[in-house]
């Protein structure tokens, strides 16, 4: 199993900018790829950003390209997500994940943070 651990959701006025970070514990021998999704009320969990560990190869959904940035942490099984010039429709509930030796994200989630932008 692996654990989740994010922080840095808040409240922020449109065009502010928060840094969400997660860290990974225990099984992680099993992680290759880390990421976020989101979730608003009444909306399905949607992709936000995801990165490969060993390439540093990342996605991004279309509507945060540009805006959002995922990054690695020093330490090994840590990701940031950097995300400026937000907009009240990024109003979500974020999802730090993993995959399980795939590289597909889903395998294991956080309890998630809220992030709230106002107009």
């Known amino acids: 199993q692996v654990q989740l651990a994010e922080s840095g959701g808040g409240l922020v006025q449109a065009g502010g900018s928060l840094r969400l970070s997660c860290a990974a514990s225990?099984?992680?021998?099993?992680?290759?790829?880390m990421g976020w999704y989101r979730q608003a009320p009444g909306k399905q969990r949607e992709l936000v950003a995801g990165?490969?560990?060993?390439?540093?190869?990342?996605n991004y959904a279309a509507s945060v390209k540009g805006r959002f940035t995922i990054s690695r942490g020093n330490a090994k099984y840590t990701v940031y997500l950097q995300m400026n010039s937000l907009k009240p429709e990024d109003t979500a509930v974020y999802y730090c994940?993993?995959?399980?030796?795939?590289?597909?994200?889903?395998?294991?989630w956080g309890q998630g943070t809220q992030v709230t932008v106002s107009p």
């Open positions: 994940t993993t995959d399980e030796y795939t590289g597909n994200l889903g395998a294991f």
């Open positions: 225990g099984n992680t021998g099993t992680i290759n790829a």
């Open positions: 990165i490969t560990l060993t390439t540093g190869g990342t």
